[in-house]
């Protein structure tokens, strides 16, 4: 070409500098650099320049202008008179098209080894002699449709569409107005299976499938129905000669010459891979959910087999998970993982049991090709314990160059393994070296993460299902024991005391002594009664709920309130929640918390807590003004008169007492001054869940982690049950209790209910 100047606009000052230097050896082409539109406007506006050609990139300085807005502008004011090539980084086979419909007489992607010279070529082919004027000839003749140059121009088009056409690599073509092939490039004639010669004048849907005919039709219909540069894209089945299908996305755009519709140009894109991929997705996508539905880890191992083979094409697979004791082949005649089991008898074939991985499913392909179940892997045996071990997918191209493999002769070549955490190992295989892509890799992985959490899932409800299972074990044998205790203990109860009625009838009253061993037995058969009951409600309390329903705890309280007898007043500090529960057993926590309040109300809060020595279970009487005297010695649960008698014939205090007469005295007087006054208790919700506080003297700190204990009491009459049960009612509904004072110094009791 001659001597020209080239006018390049591109915003990207190393892009401009890069192709100045390519071009600085090259006599025929002087480049000149604009860095934006409005610079390439005036330069073109200039009448003393004369541009052989004008390169440009798409994207230009102003975000709201690409090289095809500026060139439909430039042509309108008369100013792009020299043709124009498009130089892009954002080149694609669409664009390309747009571009030479536009009128651009050329494109060239940007950043390929071959791009400038591919450039190089362009400026040759378009920037000849006689260019500008040809180009202001196809401008003129455009004004007069049907001029006597038309062919010459269509010619003209033509040739300007070959080379986009030839440039593109995706098959690519040009429909005449009857819908027949006048152009196509190579990469469709060997898209086709064919030659560009066979190609031409063949009609566009010969190549669709017979149900996608109607479709491309339909889409060059709508194209040619839209005023401008619309590009449509629609999804076909096209057919290559010998018969087979391809998945393919087709983009096609008409060719519009000054309002006449002279054909259509359409570019053909294989996606086939895509498809695939996308079918690969979805498919591992509806069997994750398969995964994370199953519940036991044989269906979660055999389901994960089935999609690597049905979705992954991965059919020589098997999964195979830890056991602590298994039965595994010494390291001397240890199996290959491939290899079924083998037992010849030899003498040095000795078994021994230890934690190994276990095959526990594995594809159809894997059972045919080696003729039965692959052997359990022991630790250190072979390439598959590496990879479990390490905690790594390792993958190898050919498993016999490995420095681990079991057996250098397997017909395996190339395997992979991808850990599943703790739970075991998947394998993949191949009889080829080399031969996963990275993609179905990469989704084995994803495979295996999801199975991994299957997994977690199914040992946290196999756990939780033992747990139920010891539960309703445990349910049980309390439900013996309360049944025991009703009918085997209750029933002599019943008896002596029906006796002791009798008995007291035909007893003359006029023996103080007499009457008074009456009152003994009286108060032991009552205080076993209580013992009894105390005991079912504590058994039947700490069965674990299997089933609850929402309880309003508001009246679960006044319930509770109207059942608990002496001077009492409940109040409630806030709305109470609705919880999750079994209302009768939150009935008995609030009415036991109640009857303790009451109880214990008024105890002096220097009093400590006294353990028995183990005959009478444990007990404490902080102010022991009406409880018998003698616990004050001997921790007898005996009725007033006895104990006030034993402890003034004694007039001291043994081990494990309370203190002296004087102490018992000056805690009498204490407990003199609340009397008339009801103990106050207050419920109020909280932010874990609920508490209930009294006005009472409390539990000393150091005794505050006991005060749950069956047993423990603050008072010689107590049984120890009632804090007790409510613990066992919390543990019950799975819920956490504290032990702490309330603002008035008294015990504060504060339940946590899990959200």
Not at 357 to 368: H, K, T, Y
Not at 712 to 728: M, Q
Request: proline share 5%; aromatic share 4%; net charge negative.
């Amino acid at each position: 070409m001659p001597s020209k100047a080239v006018l390049y606009v591109d915003p990207d000052e190393t892009d401009r500098r890069r192709l100045s230097r390519d071009f600085a050896a090259d006599a025929a082409i002087e480049l000149e650099e604009v860095a934006t539109a409005a610079a390439l406007r005036d330069a073109l506006a200039d009448g003393s320049n004369a541009y052989a050609c004008v390169v440009t990139e798409y994207r230009l300085d102003d975000p709201e202008t690409d090289a095809l807005a500026l060139y439909d502008s430039l042509r309108a004011d008369g100013l792009a008179t020299a043709p124009f090539l498009l130089y892009t980084a954002d080149g694609s086979e669409t664009l390309a098209s747009e571009a030479i419909t536009a009128g651009f007489s050329g494109y060239v992607p940007k950043g390929r080894t071959d791009s400038v010279e591919r450039l190089r070529e362009q400026l040759q082919t378009v920037g000849g002699p006689d260019a500008n004027q040809a180009s202001r000839a196809r401008t003129d003749q455009r004004a007069v449709p049907g001029g006597p140059n038309r062919e010459c121009e269509r010619e003209q088009d033509l040739e300007r569409y070959r080379t986009v056409v030839e440039t593109v690599g995706d098959s690519m073509y040009v429909l005449d107005e009857s819908d027949r092939i006048e152009m196509a490039n190579e990469a469709m004639a060997d898209a086709f299976e064919t030659t560009r010669d066979e190609l031409l004048g063949r009609p566009v849907d010969d190549f669709v499938a017979d149900e996608d005919a109607g479709r491309i039709r339909s889409t060059l219909e709508a194209v040619r129905a839209i005023d401008g540069r619309t590009w449509k894209t629609v999804d076909l089945t096209v057919e290559v000669v010998d018969g087979t299908t391809r998945d393919a996305e087709v983009n096609v755009a008409p060719l519009v010459d000054d309002g006449t519709l002279t054909g259509s140009v359409g570019v053909i894109r294989d996606v086939s891979e895509r498809t695939k991929r996308e079918r690969r997705i979805r498919r591992l996508h509806d069997g994750t959910r398969r995964l994370m539905a199953a519940t036991e880890t044989d269906e979660i191992a055999r389901i994960v087999t089935e999609i690597a083979a049905d979705a992954l094409d991965l059919d020589l697979n098997s999964v195979h998970l830890y056991e602590p004791n298994v039965l595994t082949r010494s390291a001397a005649r240890a199996p290959s993982e491939s290899e079924p089991p083998v037992s010849d008898g030899s003498p040095d074939a000795t078994d021994e049991e230890q934690g190994g991985l276990v095959p526990v499913a594995m594809s159809d392909r894997v059972l045919e090709l080696f003729d039965g179940i692959p052997s359990n892997i022991e630790p250190g045996g072979g390439i598959a314990w590496d990879a479990y071990e390490a905690g790594e997918a390792i993958v190898h191209g050919d498993v016999r160059q490995a420095p681990n493999v079991r057996n250098p002769e397997t017909p395996i070549r190339s395997e992979g393994h991808v850990p599943l955490g703790d739970h075991g190992v998947f394998i993949v295989s191949s009889l080829e070296t080399n031969d996963f892509d990275p993609e179905a890799l990469t989704l084995a992985r994803i495979l295996a993460a999801n199975a991994e959490a299957a997994l977690d899932r199914a040992e946290r409800e196999g756990e939780l299902a033992e747990h139920g299972r010891e539960l309703e074990r445990q349910n049980e044998r309390l439900e013996a024991f309360a049944s025991t205790v009703s009918h085997d203990l209750r029933n002599p109860l019943t008896l002596a005391t029906g006796h002791l009625e009798l008995l007291a009838g035909r007893i003359d009253g006029d023996d103080d002594e007499t009457d008074r061993y009456v009152e003994e037995l009286e108060w032991a058969l009552t205080r076993m009664d209580e013992l009894v009951e105390n005991v079912l409600t504590l058994a039947r309390s700490g069965r674990r709920l299997t089933e609850t329903e929402p309880v309003d705890l508001a009246a679960v309280v006044e319930r509770a309130d109207r059942t608990v007898e002496g001077d009492l007043e409940v109040v409630w500090d806030g709305a109470l929640p609705t919880v999750d529960g079994d209302e009768e057993r939150l009935r008995v926590l609030f009415e036991n918390v109640f009857r303790n309040a009451v109880e214990h109300g008024s105890t002096s809060p220097d009093s400590h807590a006294q353990e028995d020595d183990g005959r009478h279970g444990v007990s404490s009487e902080p102010s022991v003004a009406d409880a018998p005297e003698d616990a004050v010695k001997h921790g007898s649960t005996s009725p007033p008169s006895h104990a006030q008698e034993d402890a003034v014939e004694h007039d001291s205090a043994s081990p494990g007492s309370q203190g002296t007469q004087a102490d018992l005295d000056e805690e009498t007087t204490n407990r003199g001054e609340r009397d008339g006054e009801p103990v106050t208790v207050t419920v109020e919700p909280t932010f874990e869940g609920f508490a209930i506080a009294d006005d009472g003297p409390g539990i000393p700190p150091g005794e505050r982690d006991r005060v749950l204990e069956w047993g423990y009491s603050t008072d010689a009459e107590g049984t120890g049950f009632g804090l007790a049960i409510v613990a066992e009612v919390v543990e019950a509904h799975g819920w956490s209790v504290a032990v702490e004072e309330s603002d008035a110094g008294g015990l504060r009791l504060a339940v946590s209910v899990p959200s």
